[in-house]
């Protein structure tokens, strides 16, 4: 986000990518009449809020089937967020439209770097691209804060890609014994990643990742709608 070195803000999308995220914003704005705002919690006096908010964007997503996110009844998380917010390093951000929030993000900062710890939306808005318009805001007021590195964390969600500038790859380490068993074990092994490396970036150049991706969540949404 921000280059250490010289202290300006990192630009890396391409005219394309800042061409869409404006016509994003235009029209999400078009949508609501521009009454569109992003609400900041740091505060313990607010959290009670932005957890009742949250808890009921992720009841009406895919993510209450898998239980991720916020939930206003996990008495563990609450006082888990209030220590945080106490100590100063917590940050929750709410996109708030005609006095509804559809999407949030949550984490923490620390030495200049914020974590993200969970983000959802109302699946009613998807369209809109809420989710992505929210972290990007997040992003310029973390910037404005003084913010160096912005974490998303674990997973390949689309979002981290368009809005991320820098990617690592983590990988399992095997050893394998100098004996024959062993080593026609690493053959299959190394065979099988091979193919499935293969196979991973043959999905991702058609899409085929994110429509399976769309379809698991939509399937998750019925599912708990029938519930």
Do not use: C
């Amino acid at each position: 986000m921000i280059d250490p070195e010289t202290g300006q803000r990192l630009q890396h999308y391409s005219a394309r990518t800042r061409h869409n995220f404006k016509r994003q914003d235009k029209v999400l704005a078009k949508h609501f009449q521009g009454d569109v705002a992003v609400k900041l919690i740091v505060s313990a006096e607010e959290l009670d809020y932005f957890i009742r908010e949250a808890s009921r964007i992720v009841e009406q997503s895919y993510q209450k089937v898998i239980g991720i996110g916020v939930r206003a009844n996990d008495e563990e998380q609450r006082t888990y967020l209030y220590k945080l917010a106490e100590e100063g390093i917590l940050r929750a951000y709410l996109l708030v439209t005609k006095g509804e929030a559809i999407a949030y993000v949550l984490g923490t900062i620390q030495s200049g770097i914020f974590g993200a710890w969970s983000t959802s939306y109302l699946s009613a808005y998807s369209k809109l691209s809420p989710g992505t318009i929210l972290l990007r805001r997040v992003m310029d007021l973390l910037v404005d804060e003084g913010a160096l590195l912005f974490d998303f964390g674990a997973g390949e969600s689309d979002y981290k890609r368009i809005l991320g500038s820098h990617q690592i790859n983590e990988a399992d380490l095997k050893l394998y014994a100098r004996r024959i068993q062993p080593t026609i074990t690493y053959a299959l092994d190394f065979s099988f990643m091979r193919l499935n490396r293969w196979l991973n970036k043959f999905l991702r150049r058609v899409n085929v990742q994110n429509i399976l991706r769309q379809q698991w969540r939509k399937k998750l949404i019925n599912k708990k709608t029938k519930q």
